[in-house]
């Protein structure tokens, strides 16, 4: 078990270029203090084909949470706010979880098997503290559910204290009945913007979240396409539109290619998302982070791919939502500046932050990061 702090004591470790471009843009202690916070709220979006607002709100309200809705523009999304930050009481009996289990911990999650990296002087009953791997930094505190063998299934932390405290979704009656999709502001508001309809082709689509705002924005009337390259990402979201009664054609194939392996679609889609994978310094709440140059690097050569087809696929006047949950510049604003070169044009939409192309940011908004550009692809 690793017992030490990846860097001088920083649970932050990126590489030199990627801490040059978040220097010039966020004064860096500030925003590792924000990157280890969930922000401001946790929220979730209203499957406006199956459920109000108001009743998703009444829920919540018996549930002991104080739900709203945020944001004026965006009514589908309603948020609870986070208490937090508490201290974690020390107990004599650890356990430590890997940085997945932790991050979740934090927010209140109970603690299951598959999450946990080691341990000392568990019993069943017995009071415990949930430490992060690496920092052992204390993320949570409650009753242990196992001894000091560790099953490999079910949970093995009853968590009573954690450092914020967030609602369970997934406990309502609204999720089961798949009324509600936990999602964060800037997801929503990001679809929100694109103004969906004819032909969408999400072409990073799992786990679904974007494709299926889409496909309740659209009413039955445009047609959807979601295409991803994991199996295991597409089962999950095949399983999820079962939850949210959603029926649209879902498609395993690399992205990378669609003009060549679907040449029906070159020239015909009316809009198209490219939420690619990234280097994800956006995502809160962190325990710790590392990320080396090359991976940004990596990222961008793969990120500009599906820009570059999503140029073949777009009508000419077509728009394409461009996101990314990281904060870097090379993988976004760079990314925006090869599609200009490519032959899009930027399209300046307000969403409840500012102007689009927009980086919201745990540091300025306490929203989970999201950069969000629209491009247009020129008639010329
Ligand atoms: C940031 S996630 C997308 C999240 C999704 N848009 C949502 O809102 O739920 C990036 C996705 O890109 C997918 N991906 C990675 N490489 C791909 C490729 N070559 N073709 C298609 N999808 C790919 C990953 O499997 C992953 O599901």
Redesign the pocket.
Known sequence: MKTTYPTDGSPFDYGELILRELEEQFPLEKLFEALRSPGRHLCVRVNVLRGTPEAVMKELRERGYEPYVPYEAVPELVCVPVEGPFEIPKADAFVVADKRAAESVLVGADLYAPGVVGGRGLEPGREVTVLAERTLEPVGYGRSLVGERIPSKGKVVDVEISRFRGPKFRELKAFEEGLIYP?SAP?VAAVRALEPEGLVI??????????FHAFELMRGKGRLMA????RR?IEK?REEMKRLGHSFEVFR????YLDLDFPELVGKADRV?V????TSIGVIPKVWDIKRDRDMINAFK?QI??VKVAHKLLKKGGIMLY???TLTKTENEKVVEFAEELGFEILEKEVPWGTTPIKVNPVDHKEPGLFISLLRKAEG
Not at 202 to 211: I, L
Not at 253 to 256: I, K, L, N, P, Y
């Open positions: 999602q997801s999400d072409m990073n689509a799992a786990p679904g979240g974007k494709s295409f991803d390259v994991s990402r979201m194939a690399d992205s990378r998302m939420d690619p994978p990234c793969y791919q599906f996101s990314t949950c």
